[in-house]
């Protein structure tokens, strides 16, 4: 079964940096939207960044000049590099496979697959 394991997440003090890695089935990333999304308990699941389907990538306003998105050349990892942790950013990070990201239908998705979550927390 199509999965994705998350890991790198951990406890920093603002201003620290993270970097995240997401592994999992090479046709999952050739096939579907590739994103990193957040939660915080009690909250929505939030979008954080993508890789467009032109190769671009898009951010969400809350981490734009202080996160960046990448995809191995091996091509089934996908990357979040983090700068300039907030306490904000404190939330449980989820990599997912998107059948619908950023405006398109991936139609050779099998189906939305999401990691079980890496934990990020910034202390002040």
């Not at 090479?26 to 915080?40: D, K, N």
């Not at 890789?51 to 000049?65: E, N, P």
């Not at 990070?93 to 990020?120: E, F, H, I, M």
């Amino acid at each position: 079964q199509a999965q994705l394991v998350e890991s790198g997440g951990g406890s920093v003090q603002a201003g620290g940096s993270l970097k995240l890695s997401c592994t999992g089935d090479r046709y999952l990333f050739s096939t579907c939207g590739m994103g990193w999304y957040r939660q915080v308990p009690g909250k929505e699941r939030e979008f954080v960044s993508m890789i467009k389907r032109d190769g671009t990538r898009a951010y969400a306003d809350s981490v734009k000049d202080r996160f960046t998105i990448s995809q191995s050349a091996s091509g089934n990892t996908l990357y979040l590099q983090m700068y300039n942790l907030k306490t904000d950013d404190t939330a449980m990070y989820y990599c997912a496979a998107k059948l619908r990201s950023g405006g398109y239908y991936y139609a050779n998705c099998p189906r939305d697959v999401w990691g079980q979550g890496t934990q990020v927390s910034v202390s002040s």
